[in-house]
């Protein structure tokens, strides 16, 4: 038990509990320990529920038990399973506090009791080793990256892109959801209205877009016969106002959303269109002869505009070539640029040596002689000065050295001076022992009540047998009894024998009834005695005189108040 | 072009490791800028807590190169509280020979007398002479040291024999100043591969673009990025994961080149490529040919590709330097590779039209 609450009340002291040296057990805490360590231990379970407790008995009354009834509420809240109330804490018992104690500091989270037992690679917040600075990478460059200011689609060179991962995540999700959700919008209204599968749908309305686009240009366009006036059809200006703003160029019901779309595109969007929409009207133009036959029209449309893609993608093809170019020559002038300044730099240094040496150049001979000379004192002052140095520097480097010796003995014997008694290796194989006991005496009651059994059997067959007996003899003797007069004494002693014997086993059995009840009642005794009812008594007869005082005086102030 | 030691000596350093387990810069001349001096602590070993003992490690950092003998000490009256120290030298030339030498005998002047003060009589003598007496009645000649001998001291045969025709993808990455990065646990196998991976582009006799020791910290992965085209050499096996940080992958453990998807354009290798391939491994197998020479084979080839690159070039105005002509390029109508090559050949040799 010594060693039970030694452990105990260490775990308290880490805690942060002042438990004073001279406690060695649980007997010797007294209340206000006792609560200064429930709430302590409380706050370190559950901040939320041990803040508004003050660890500190207050000397009333009142608040004392005020506090102590919040601190067994909070300790029931927590699970505790035993009886706990204001009498846990203010008039304990040794074991009840003992049992309190333990429970909480079960509770406690591990490193707040023995930090070497935190075994390594279980906590996966905080794991060493390879998957776990791989999380703490990963979740360090997406803060990164969310550092970073979004910038929207459009406007990002492909170095934001690859750093705008989390917000590029999201928006291609959003804008797979949101074309889903248009689809199904579509699809659930219009779609199935018109009974038809989905791609004849999607194909319909493909070529219903690409008639309405070309219908303004078809009708603003003046009829061909009038002769070959290429001019004003192929005006940018009339094009514009055939697809001009607000769509009242043209018999576009939705003109509004293509002019929408003309606008929010970038500047020269306009310019490239207008190129597109010329090359399709001069297509247009010849085959809208004396022919005015729309299928071949069709056809030589499409061939135009597959000749309009082919030249944008050689187009695009030159410009890539270009950009390479133009990255290896930016490359490449950086290089220079680094190789111009590192020359520039050794270029200075010879430049001030040889500036020098020039100056002296007259003179060769004399100069030459003294620069040695200058040289060689000095070296010699240089090593003169080392040696000072020296001189301090040893005595001091020795000293550090020293007191770090110092520093790491001290730490060494304060580890030494650690409580010996908290050694793993002892309780182990305490425990173990414990255990061991614990299994023989499982097997002991087993046997024993192997025997009850065994015996409870007998008695049952024995009183059974004797039952039987009876009444066979009983039967015997009473037919005869009648008749022949030592019969009937015969069948009286039998009866009072009978009697007897019964009483006999009464009793025998009502001795054993009461001896276990004896040894109940003692247990509740020894139980009674260790609770020190009679100090308590004391200590609770003098709590309530103290709290009839305080009712008075409080009563006292409001009458006067 | 024999530079003064003047010039090229920078700095000397001594870090000591004593009883208490602390490794500790006790002493250096003329100064080290605290930044140097954390990277010079996590360059020699005595950091470390696996306790291996590198006897001499090299590396080069923002231009500047340092070289660390590290010896262990053992029953010296002079040194009672030391259990280790190395002596970092700072140079702006690549000889490690040379330092190697030097910091030696600097290592035994320092056991003998335990005090700095007769090291930094040596390291004077060196470096106003040139000249300093070592220990065992010998001497130390800085000019005995010549930096085309360093150039040429690694071994260009072991390299072809242990990556065969691979060995024409370092060459081309070499050639197009492209970033390589070489991985290895350890530090002296790495050392003895990256140095002589220079000598494959000869033609330049370029080192500077050698970091043969570089660990994965801010400050040295900053200062590297700040290079165009290098060879880095890694003793963390996590570097694999920073494709931002190489063109070229080399496992030299596993004997294993990747090249990263972003130049895999401007890499595309064609019939040239084999060819060069074909000549380095021929040359290397040869066992009558020394190193030397097989590294002027090589050079011979080089300069053939560069002469033909000079062909394609022209002086036009404004221009001091001969430009290349794209047209020329495209009239001569080579395979598409090498085209592709040539063209960012003449990128990496600032023969473009700006």
């Known amino acids: ?260 779309t003309q606008h929010l595109t970038h500047q020269q969007d306009p310019q490239v269109l207008l190129q597109q929409m010329q090359a399709a009207a001069e297509t247009l133009q010849p085959p809208k002869g004396p022919e005015e036959d729309p299928g071949s029209r069709q056809a030589s449309e499409e061939a135009a505009l597959e000749e309009t893609l082919a030249r944008l993608e050689a187009e ?129 009651i087993g046997k024993i009540l192997e025997d009850t059994r065994a015996l409870q059997k007998e008695i049952n067959a024995l009183v059974g047998k004797l039952e039987r007996t009876f009444s066979v003899t009983d039967e015997l003797l009473f037919k005869d009894a009648k008749r022949d007069e030592v019969v009937r004494k015969a069948y009286k002693y039998l009866a009072a024998l009978h009697e007897n014997c019964a009483q006999l086993i009464r009793t025998i059995e009502d001795t054993g009834t009461i001896q276990r009840e004896i040894r109940d009642l003692e247990e509740q005794i020894e139980g009674e005695t260790s609770a020190k009812l009679p100090a308590s008594l004391e200590r609770i007869l003098s709590d309530c005189r103290a709290l009839r005082e305080e009712n008075a005086l409080l009563a006292a102030r409001a009458r006067h108040a | 072009m024999a530079e003064p030691e003047a010039q090229l000596l920078r700095a000397v350093g001594l870090i000591e490791k004593d009883t208490n387990g602390d490794a500790l810069w006790v002493w250096c001349y003329p100064s080290v800028t605290a930044e140097l001096r954390t990277l010079l602590l996590r360059k020699c070993c005595l950091t470390d807590e696996n306790k291996l003992l590198h006897t001499f490690v090299f590396g080069q950092y923002k231009r500047s190169w340092f070289y660390i003998t590290t010896v262990e000490v053992q029953d010296s009256p002079a040194l009672k509280k030391v259990t280790h120290f190395s002596i970092v030298l ?141 060879i880095a050499g890694f003793t963390d096996s996590e570097v694999s994961s920073r494709s931002d940080l190489y063109d070229v992958y080399v496992n030299l453990a596993d004997s294993e080149i990747t090249v990263s998807p972003v130049v895999k354009e401007a890499m595309t290798m064609g019939k040239l490529h084999k060819e060069i391939g074909q000549l380095i491994v021929q040359s290397a197998e040869d066992p009558d040919k020394s190193d030397s020479q097989v590294i002027k084979d090589i050079s011979l080839k080089t300069k053939e590709i560069l002469a033909t690159l000079a062909s394609l070039t022209e002086i036009s105005d404004g221009n001091e330097k001969p430009t290349l002509n794209a047209e020329a390029l495209k009239q001569k109508r080579f395979p598409p590779a090498t085209e592709n090559f040539l063209f960012h050949l003449a990128a990496a040799e600032q023969m473009l039209k700006i």
């Open chain 1, 1 to 260: 038990m010594e060693e039970v609450d030694k452990i105990l009340i260490h775990s308290l002291r880490q805690a942060g509990t002042a438990v004073p040296p001279e406690v060695q057990s649980v007997r010797d805490l007294t209340p206000e320990l006792v609560v200064e360590a429930a709430v302590r231990c409380l706050r370190a379970v559950r901040p939320a529920l041990g803040a508004p407790l003050s660890p500190l008995l207050p000397p009333g009354i009142s608040a004392r038990f005020r506090l102590a009834s919040d601190l067994a509420a909070a300790c029931q809240e927590l699970g505790f399973g035993g009886d706990v109330g204001y009498q846990t804490f203010l008039y304990s018992s040794e074991h009840d506090t003992r049992r309190l104690l333990l429970f909480l500091v079960e509770k406690l989270p591990r490193d707040e009791g023995e930090r070497g037992a935190e075994t390594p690679g279980t906590d996966l917040e905080e794991g060493s080793g390879k998957s776990g600075a791989l999380l703490r990478a990963i979740g360090a460059r997406i803060r990164e990256q969310l550092g970073t200011p979004w910038v929207p689609p459009v406007c990002r060179t492909p170095r934001l892109q690859r750093l705008q991962t989390p917000p590029a995540l999201l928006e291609t999700h959003a804008a797979q959801l949101s074309a889903r959700h248009d689809w199904e919008a579509e699809w659930g209204g219009p779609g199935l209205a018109s009974r038809l599968p989905p791609q004849e749908y999607l194909e319909r309305k493909r070529l219903r877009a690409r008639l309405r686009a070309l219908e303004p240009l078809r009708q603003a366009c003046p009829p061909h016969p009038q002769g070959p006036t290429p001019g004003p059809p192929l005006d940018p200006a009339w094009l514009q106002e055939a697809f001009g703003a607000g769509g009242a160029g043209g018999a576009l019901p939705k003109g509004s959303r293509f002019t929408r």
């Open chain 1, 316 to 444: 695009i093809e030159g410009c890539r070539g270009e950009i390479r170019a133009a990255q290896l020559s930016l490359t490449q002038a950086e290089a220079e640029v680094r190789q111009c300044r590192g020359a520039l730099g050794g270029r200075e240094d010879a430049l001030r040596v040889k500036a020098r040496a020039v100056e002296l150049l007259p003179d060769a001979q004399n100069n030459m002689a003294k620069l040695q000379l200058v040289v060689e004192s000095s070296s010699r002052r240089i090593v003169s000065l080392a040696g000072q140095w020296e001189r301090h520097r040893g005595p001091l480097l020795a000293e550090y050295r020293q007191l770090r010796a110092l520093r790491d003995s001290a730490q060494v014997a304060e580890l030494e001076a650690l409580p010996r008694d908290v050694s793993r290796a002892v309780y182990t194989q305490r425990i173990l022992e414990i255990v061991g006991n614990i299994r023989k005496q499982k097997e002991e």
């Open chain 2, 90 to 230: 700072m140079a702006k030339d690549f000889n490690p020979e040379k330092y190697a030498a030097f910091t030696r005998i600097l290592c035994r002047i320092y056991l003998k007398h335990g005090s700095p003060v007769k090291m930094m009589e040596s390291y004077i003598a060196v470096l106003t002479k040139g000249i300093c007496q070592s220990e065992e009645n010998g001497s130390f000649l800085s000019k005995d040291f010549d930096a085309r001998k360093a150039y040429l001291a690694g071994s260009i045969k072991d390299i072809v024999s242990q990556f065969g025709m691979e060995t024409v993808i370092l060459y081309t990455a070499l050639m197009l100043k492209k970033r390589i990065v070489v991985y290895h646990p350890r530090i002296e196998a790495i050392q003895e591969f990256t140095r002589t991976l220079p000598a494959l582009v000869w033609h330049r006799q370029d080192w500077s673009i050698l970091h043969s020791y570089v660990h994965l910290n801010e400050e040295e992965l900053e200062a590297l990025k700040a290079c165009t085209g290098y």
